[in-house]
């Protein structure tokens, strides 16, 4: 089988990872936010997956499978805070969130 | 280059490029289809690690729940779209110059360091795992997960218990003009709480 | 031995998570009314939890292919995590006493964020420390907003769940790169290969590192800490100052003896960097501040920089300096927060230092105890608090560091600037009105908290030893 080397799965991961920082960091929009932190467990995710094959062990997949479950769980509690904010201010921008300033 | 490999870089760059249209795009609905479109772009490139019940897995769970649950919010908000772009151009310096920074290390770690410090890191990453003869991934997976890694397994459903009762106290809210069915009252009702009989005389009215 | 016996190292957790289940049945049937209960349900688990951690052998015990492991030190912390517990929600009762927010569910989540402060303490290998992280850090996100009828508590929990949310993306990104390189997440297999380790061991130990200093609030990610203690009703203000720092130090000593101790050179560095950094922002930060929730967040960001002295020093007293201080900085917290809990009238909550004006008038008691807790906390002998530095100190100049712990007195002389300023209002400014008079948990709190800061140096003994006792099972 033709050979792809760890280290362009973990480049994949690295750039995806790379992504979700500067979404997170740039975007003021809590959606996108959350999106983005999605993006970055997802790369996670793959260099787990990547180094379970590099080491030909099914420890990296199980790795994932809890990734995906918290990472699931994360968002279910991160949409709840972003509704319950809504109801409040009735914007998603996170600038708007300043009552907490010293 | 055989077709596997082929694949994997086709797979890599598009979900690279949708991951930058997630954190670009102007339009959260957009941004939700573009996540998922990195997601499956993701499992592709598991099934091509030998991770091909991870990736059926992403697909049902990550888009099939998680992007659906995103659009559901989205769409329940009803956002102010032309006003969102301004911020990002505010922040993007900065965010840009972190993530530039980070990403050049790491790089320069994996294309510098990757011959000297993991010795396996030229080691193939797309034979099967474990190998087909064997068993199935799916099947080996299940072996270790509930022996190996039941307490995994067990802490994980704890942290979703945690995330079900956040959600629940953060967003329930009990409106009290609302008409709830309370069937412990209505299995409670006997006939002398329901009616009341009333003698009427003819032609008298109550 | 049968199946069921081999589980009882984790008795304590087993407790934790049942008896919420339990608890949550229980308020589900029983409504609001089940509130109140509630509480005392949940305390009362907690001590059977505590008790059954006591009654564990010091022997260093691993279960579950090693991801879980109870020893000495385990042990020592655990006990600590569930004193911060109990002690918060012995505090919560008024604030749960509101119509609006008597909610059963807040029992619930501390009971399980415990459980995870629990798998992190005894965490083995980087998975098991993820999910004990995600346990906790969800569970506290959702007390963070549990007020959600009040713009600042939500905001506190979005901004904290944000920014935890990307701390523990690094983390977990530095374990997988960790596991892509070393191919395991044992901390015992890493601690094998890690000799062998080039710099992708190290990227991947620097994201581990930083989503652990995240969650102790050490200077370079502290931004979220000032906002979510301030915006955070106050006994959950002390739930996050207290039971979650002592897990999350817990698991950075751990990683870092355990997992990479042949790397120490290097991580040592990385941590003497976050110890000044987090004490010289301690100290100077906190002028100026009016908030005294505020103004607790910068000490206790100053207070973690002292702690993580201990483990730059990467020795066995350094550790047992890191426990000593984590028992006398839980006591001290919690007992400076129920004093600020405490600062109501007619039922409403009153957060700035100058509402403590001439208290030694209105309510001298509560003023002698509060500054003896700021002057323990500024480290003012003989209270606790400078017992506490000195064996960090100490240990620090017998690791050869010292500088470090030249800086540490420096930055604590700063520090006590301010603990000395609350003081000098509550002594000598004109009296503002009198508090709401201070209900008996709260009195009882006090009074303890106080009493083992003032007592501390005439009998420090037992702690110090159970301390050197935890820090050795490390080694």
């Known amino acids: ?102 | 280059m055989t077709v596997a490999a082929l694949f994997f870089y086709v797979f890599a760059s598009i979900c690279v490029a949708s991951a930058v249209m997630v954190i670009a795009s102007r339009n959260p609905v957009h941004s939700v289809l573009f996540l998922i479109l990195a997601f499956v772009n993701a499992a592709g490139l598991f099934v091509l690690m030998g991770a091909e019940f991870l990736a059926m897995i992403l697909v049902i769970v990550y888009v099939g729940a998680v992007a659906v649950l995103f659009l559901f919010v989205v769409m329940m908000l009803d956002v102010d779209f032309t006003a969102l772009r301004q911020g990002f151009l505010n922040y993007l310096p900065v965010g840009g110059l972190v993530g530039v920074v980070f990403f050049g290390e790491l790089v320069a770690m994996l294309m510098v360091g990757a011959g000297a410090l993991a010795p396996g890191a030229a080691k193939a990453i797309t034979d099967p795992i474990p190998p087909l003869a064997d068993v199935t991934n799916t099947e080996a997976l299940g072996l270790v997960l509930y022996t190996r890694y039941a307490y995994y397994f067990q802490a994980a459903g704890v942290v979703l218990l945690v995330a079900m009762i956040g959600a629940i106290v953060l967003t329930l809210r009990h409106k009290p003009h609302v008409k709830r069915q309370n069937i412990a009252d209505q299995v409670a009702r006997t006939k002398a709480t329901a009616i009341k009989i009333r003698r009427v005389k003819p032609g008298q009215g109550i | 031995m049968n199946e069921a016996s081999a589980l009882y190292p984790a008795l304590p957790e087993l407790i934790l998570a049942g008896g919420a289940m339990v608890l949550l049945m229980i308020g589900a049937f029983g409504g609001e009314r089940a509130t109140s209960p509630m509480l005392s349900y949940a305390i009362a688990l907690l001590v059977v939890a505590g008790l059954a951690i006591a009654a564990m052998p010091d022997e260093r015990v691993a279960l579950f292919n090693g991801s879980f492991v109870v020893d000495g030190f385990a042990k020592f912390l655990k006990i600590l995590a569930v004193l911060g517990s109990i002690g918060t929600l012995w505090m919560s009762g008024d604030f749960l006493a509101d119509p609006d927010r008597r909610k059963f569910e807040y029992s619930v989540l501390i009971l399980l964020a415990t459980a995870g402060m629990f798998v992190l303490i005894s965490a083995g290998d980087l998975i098991a420390l993820y999910l004990g992280f995600e346990l906790m850090s969800l569970s506290l996100y959702v007390v963070a907003a549990f007020d959600r009828d009040n713009v600042q508590s939500t905001e506190a929990g979005l901004k904290y769940f944000v920014l935890g949310a990307l701390s523990s993306g690094m983390l977990l990104y530095g374990a997988s790169l960790i596991y892509g390189f070393t191919g395991t997440v044992k901390f015992a297999g890493i601690a094998q290969e890690a000799a062998n380790g080039g710099i992708g061991l190290i990227i991947g130990l620097v994201l581990l590192f930083a989503g652990l200093c995240f969650k102790v609030s050490a200077v370079p990610f502290h931004m979220w800490t000032p906002d979510v203690y301030q915006g955070a009703p106050t006994p959950i203000t002390a739930f996050f100052a207290s039971a979650p720092k002592v897990a999350a130090i817990a698991a950075f000593v751990r990683v870092s003896f355990s997992a990479f101790p042949a790397i120490a050179a290097q991580w040592q560095q990385i941590i003497i960097f976050v110890a000044i950094a987090s004490m010289a922002l301690g100290a100077f930060a906190a002028i100026g501040q009016r908030n005294i929730k505020r103004l607790m967040a910068y000490s206790s960001i100053g207070h973690m920089g002292y702690a993580l002295i201990g483990l730059a020093a990467a020795t066995g007293e350094g550790v047992q300096g890191v426990l000593v201080y984590m028992a006398i900085y839980v006591a001290m917290t919690l007992g400076t927060f129920a004093c600020i809990v405490s600062m109501r009238r007619n039922d409403k909550p009153f957060e700035e230092i100058t509402d403590l004006s001439g208290l030694a008038r209105t309510n001298p008691a509560q003023a002698f105890v509060l500054s003896m807790l700021l002057f323990s906390l500024a480290g003012i002998p003989p209270l606790a608090g400078f017992f506490a530095k000195f064996y960090v100190f100490l240990a620090a100049v017998k690791a050869g560091l010292f500088t470090l712990a030249v800086l540490g007195v420096l930055a604590s002389v700063v520090g006590a600037y301010y603990y000395l300023l609350i003081v000098k209002i509550m002594y000598f400014d004109e009296p503002a009105p009198a508090f709401d008079p201070m209900g008996n948990a709260l009195r009882s709190i006090v009074a303890v908290t106080g009493l083992f800061v003032i007592l501390f140096f005439a009998y420090p003994g037992p702690l110090v030893e159970a301390a050197a006792v935890a820090a050795k099972s490390l080694f």
């Open chain 1, 1 to 102: 089988m033709a050979g792809i080397p760890l280290s362009h799965g973990l480049l994949v991961a690295v750039v995806l990872f790379a992504l979700g920082l500067v979404g997170v960091l740039a975007r003021r929009n809590l959606v996108f936010m959350l999106m983005s932190i999605e993006i970055m467990l997802n790369a996670a995710g793959l260099a787990f997956i990547a180094g379970g094959a590099r080491w030909a062990q099914p420890d990296g997949q199980i790795m994932f499978i809890l990734v995906l479950t918290l990472a699931a769980a994360e968002v279910s509690v991160g949409l709840a805070l972003i509704l319950a904010l809504y109801h409040r201010l009735e914007t998603l921008d996170a600038d708007a969130a300043d009552k907490l300033k010293g």
